[in-house]
């Protein structure tokens, strides 16, 4: 059974840094890509950042110079980086990653970003 234990959420001042981490546990496969959503509320999930098993990576146009995305294959991590977090950066942030077509995720780490 695919688990997914994410860590490193909390609270943050306008300007300061998180570092949010996943590790999946539990399959007898390759990860494909692996990345990370959020969901703020009354908003739609949407996507923060991914990165395939190669490396290449993916970050939405919000975050882009300010969040870096990375990966261990060898430990099936997966990290946040997030510097000059903004308010709207606050968030429920999910890990996400890929086995075989089919998707796995986090329960979600909480993220609040204060002015």
């Known amino acids: 059974q695919v688990q997914l234990v994410e860590s490193g959420g909390g609270l943050a001042q306008a300007g300061g840094s998180l570092r949010l981490s996943c590790t999946a546990s539990?399959?007898?496969?390759?990860?494909?890509?692996m990345g990370w959503y959020r969901q703020a509320p009354g908003k739609q999930r949407e996507l923060v950042a991914v990165?395939?098993?190669?490396?290449?990576?993916n970050l939405a146009d919000s975050v882009k110079g300010r969040f870096s995305v990375f990966r261990d294959n060898a430990k099936n991590t997966v990290d946040l980086q997030m510097n000059s977090l903004k308010p709207e950066d606050t968030a429920v942030y999910y890990c996400?990653?890929?086995?075989?077509?089919?998707?796995?995720w986090g329960r979600g780490t909480q993220v609040t970003v204060s002015s």
């Open positions: 996400n990653i890929q086995i075989a077509l089919r998707a796995y």
């Open positions: 990165i395939a098993r190669g490396g290449s990576t």
């Open positions: 539990g399959s007898a496969f390759s990860i494909g890509a």
